[in-house]
């Protein structure tokens, strides 16, 4: 089970206060997206829940344990970031089992993972290139066959499309969609992009300078936006 509970979440820069204080609920299986202007506290508060970055206070829960002072390779948790650093050396095979090599998981059952994590996102047969010769599709789908060789309680996304050209933005968005319905792991994403949060989202939290300013599903959220950020920000007819 893996309810994700972020309680009064705060963090401040020195006097510079970025979260006042953000409480949101994520049922298991679903998919929050955190949406908002550049500079709300979006990367800050995905940060926080993967443990990259310390809260000034409040707590985090998956799965009803607090995983607040858990390092991040203890929380379960895989991310996938906009620039999808790639080792260039390393065929798409071991890349995406790096991780697994690392905590010494032996040959056998790493090549297993490899492959299925990689059938999945449809790279099966990439697996001996070199990340050179993959186009961005395809390094993005190396990039995610990272996080989901880990087999996750939860999956972060920060913003992982946007340095993609508008057409393999939404096949990747289509892509991000199908392997949340095929694999039902919670999932929480960062974006701007309020296309891609409608979209997506089974929650939508919409974000203005460290605040929630409202927590809906996103038909919600068009149709009854709590205030007049949120609608213009959506685009809602209202
Ligand atoms: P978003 O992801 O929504 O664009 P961020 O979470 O990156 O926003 O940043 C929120 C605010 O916190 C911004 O004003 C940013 O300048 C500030 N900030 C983020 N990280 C730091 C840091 N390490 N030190 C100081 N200020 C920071
Ligand atoms: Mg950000």
Redo the contacts with the bound molecule.
């Keep these: 089970m893996a309810t994700l509970s972020i309680s009064n979440i705060r963090k401040s820069?020195?006097a510079?206060d970025?979260l006042h204080g953000i409480d949101i609920e994520l049922e298991d299986g679903g998919f929050l997206v955190l949406l908002?202007?550049?500079?709300?506290?979006?990367?800050?508060?995905l940060n926080i829940v993967a443990g990259l970055d310390d809260p000034s206070a409040g707590d985090v829960e998956i799965g009803g344990k607090s995983v607040i002072e858990l390092p991040p390779k203890d929380r379960n948790i895989a991310m996938v970031f906009q620039s999808y650093a790639l080792y260039p050396t390393m065929s798409v095979e071991r890349n995406i089992g790096f991780g697994l090599e690392m905590r010494g998981v032996e040959e056998g059952a790493r090549k297993t993972a490899v492959q299925q994590a990689a059938d999945v996102l449809q790279i099966g047969h990439l697996l001996d290139r070199k990340p050179a010769n993959l186009s961005g599709g395809q390094r993005q789908r190396v990039a995610m066959g990272r996080a989901l060789v880990r087999d996750p309680d939860l999956f972060l996304f920060?913003e992982p499309l946007s340095n993609l050209d508008a057409k393999l933005r939404v096949e990747m968005r289509t892509e991000i969609k199908r392997l949340h319905e095929r694999l039902g792991t919670s999932i929480v994403y960062?974006t701007?992009d309020q296309i891609e949060a409608m979209t997506l989202a089974t929650k939508v939290a919409v974000?203005r300078g460290?605040y929630v300013q409202q927590l809906a599903d996103p038909r919600t959220i068009y149709e009854r936006p709590a205030n007049i950020f949120v609608a213009s920000f959506i685009g809602s007819p209202s």
Excluded at 36 to 45: A, D, Q
């Design positions: 820069y020195g510079l970025v908002g202007p550049s500079g709300c506290g979006k990367s800050t508060l920060d960062v701007h974000m460290g």
